[in-house]
C-alpha cells in the first residue's frame, strides 16, 4: 500500500485544528515513504527501532524532527543523540541520566518524555505512579543539564473496549495534571486505533503509523 496521502492531508488539517502534533510512525517501512509526506510538508516523523532511525536520517532531509518511540536500551542512546529530537520512552531515572551523559557529549539538550504504565498488558513499558514521583522529586533536587523532560508518554491498551481505553487514558491525564508544574507541555498518548479518544482526555500529540503508511507485514 502506498502512503495515505489524502488521509494524512485530511489528518493533519483536522490534527492542527485541534493543536495536536501529529508525529508519522514509519517503522518498517521505507525511506521513499517518509520523504512522500515530507514533501506534503510533513517534518515529525516516529520510528521504534534504534539501527532503523540511523539509517534513515542518514537518507533523508536534515531537517526532520525525529521522534525515537521505541523501547530503548542504555547502551544505543550515543546512537542517536546526535540527531534525536524527542524521545518518548523514557521508562527509569537510569535511562535518563544516560540520554544526559550523551547528550553532553553532543552538546546538546535532548527533549524527554517520561513513560507510564497504563496499559494491562505487561509487555508495555513504563514507570508506575511512584516510580515517576520519585523521578520527577531527584530531577528537582539533581537536575541533568542536558536533557528537558516536557512532559508523559503512555500506550494504552491493545483493546477495543471504550471503557477500558478510557479509564487508561484518564490515568495518564491525571498523572500530567498532577505534575504540571514541573513545566511540562507534552502529553504524548493515541495512536492509529485509538488516537480520538485519546485526544479527547488531554493528547497533544499522536503516533499515527499504519493510517498513514497501511500495515506493517
Not at 521505541?70 to 527509569?92: E, T
Not at 535532548?110 to 520527577?136: F, R, S
Not at 494504552?156 to 507541555?185: I, V
Request: charged share 15%.
Amino acid at each position: 500500500m502506498a502512503v495515505a496521502v489524502e488521509k494524512y492531508r485530511s489528518l493533519q488539517t483536522a490534527l492542527t485544528a485541534k493543536q495536536v502534533t501529529l508525529v508519522a510512525v514509519s517503522k518498517l517501512k521505507p525511506a521513499s515513504d517518509i520523504q512522500a509526506l515530507y514533501d506534503e510538508g510533513h517534518r515529525h516523523f516516529g520510528e521504534n527501532y534504534v539501527q532503523e532511525l540511523v539509517d534513515k536520517q542518514a537518507q533523508l532531509p536534515n531537517d526532520i524532527q525525529w521522534h525515537f518511540i521505541g523501547h530503548l536500551q542504555s547502551n544505543k542512546v550515543k546512537y542517536i543523540a546526535p540527531f534525536v529530537h524527542l524521545i518518548h520512552g523514557i521508562d527509569s531515572l537510569k535511562l535518563l541520566q544516560e540520554v544526559n551523559k550523551q547528550a553532553a557529549k553532543n552538546q546538546r539538550i535532548i527533549q524527554c518524555l517520561l513513560q507510564v504504565h497504563i496499559a494491562t498488558e505487561d509487555t508495555k513499558h513504563g514507570m508506575n505512579a511512584d516510580e515517576l514521583a520519585a523521578c520527577l522529586a531527584h530531577l528537582n533536587t539533581h537536575p541533568l543539564p542536558h536533557v528537558q523532560v516536557i512532559g508523559l508518554m503512555g500506550m494504552a491498551s491493545f483493546t477495543d473496549d471504550t471503557t477500558q481505553l478510557s479509564k487508561e487514558f484518564t490515568t495518564l491525564q491525571q498523572m500530567y495534571q498532577q505534575h504540571q508544574h514541573f513545566g511540562f507541555n507534552t502529553l504524548s498518548m493515541g495512536m492509529s486505533g485509538d488516537y480520538e479518544q485519546a485526544i479527547q482526555h488531554g493528547s497533544n500529540m499522536v503516533r499515527i503509523g499504519s493510517l498513514l503508511f497501511g500495515h506493517r507485514s
